[in-house]
């Protein structure tokens, strides 16, 4: 079956302009999360949602950064006004349920460039 | 706060070398513990996970096991393969509930026929 999809896979804009990100996650899978994963570094976790709410938006750096799952499937990751230091790869990743036994899958990612 | 601590790369060996890529973490209450690969054009995949103290996970002739008194996840292998080359990810899981992943930095795995 299909995986986790992210759309676009590579998107390059110019500071100060906005940008969204896409995940399509596993179908029927409730918990979904948005990682960052910046050159030569791990992922860090940016935001988790349980069905349609986000539970932890703890990882988001700062109030240009949102994201929204409105109908507890597809998620969109928002960046207002671009700066260069947020080019990274974001990751989106799901799992059937919001507990370690479940497997979670990650998408491709969608490589940010901000010039 | 959590955070994973990885041996850095990159790492060349020969095929059928022995592997170790070494890992420790510092976390509060008892974490699971995980190794995932990135394979060249991939994305992460699981590879291996322990969830308790003492736990060995395994799989594709990759090991490691959850040693609490060292804080620490040592990924082995003993005999790599030049298929083995991607790039590994030693991370935790707090199990407060959200399950989010501290991840290290990664080690970049080169096997060379």
């Known amino acids: 079956g299909a995986g986790v999809s992210q759309t676009p896979s590579n998107k390059v804009t110019e500071k100060g302009k906005y940008v969204e990100l896409r995940c399509d996650p596993i179908?029927?899978?409730?918990?979904l999360y948005w990682y960052r994963q910046s050159l030569g570094q791990g992922p860090e976790f940016l935001i988790y949602?349980?069905?349609?709410?986000?539970?932890?938006d703890s990882g988001l750096p700062n109030d240009r950064f949102f994201a929204v799952r409105p109908e507890g499937s597809v998620s969109t990751l928002k960046i207002q006004r671009t700066e260069r230091g947020d080019s990274a790869m974001y990751l989106c990743?799901?799992?059937?349920?919001?507990?370690?036994?479940?497997?979670?899958?990650f998408g491709n990612g969608t490589r940010l460039t901000v010039t | 706060g959590n955070s994973v601590t990885q041996m850095e790369g990159p790492v060349t060996l020969s095929e059928e070398a022995f592997l170790t890529i070494n890992c420790t973490y510092t976390?509060?209450?008892?974490?699971?513990l995980f190794w995932y690969v990135q394979y060249p054009g991939e994305g992460l995949q699981l590879l291996l996970k322990?969830?308790?103290?003492?736990d060995k996970g395994s799989n594709k002739g990759f090991e490691a096991t959850y040693r609490k008194e060292t804080t620490s996840f040592h990924l082995e292998k003993g005999s790599v393969q030049v298929s083995d080359s991607a790039v590994y990810f030693c991370?935790?899981?707090?199990?407060?509930?959200?399950?989010?992943?501290?991840f290290g930095t990664g080690t970049r795995l080169t096997i060379i026929p």
């Open positions: 976390a509060t209450g008892y974490p699971s």
């Open positions: 990743a799901s799992r059937l349920t919001g507990t370690a036994n479940s497997p979670l899958h």
């Open positions: 322990a969830t308790k103290a003492d």
């Open positions: 179908s029927g899978h409730t918990a």
């Open positions: 991370a935790l899981s707090a199990n407060f509930g959200n399950e989010k992943l501290t």
């Open positions: 949602f349980q069905g349609t709410g986000a539970a932890d």
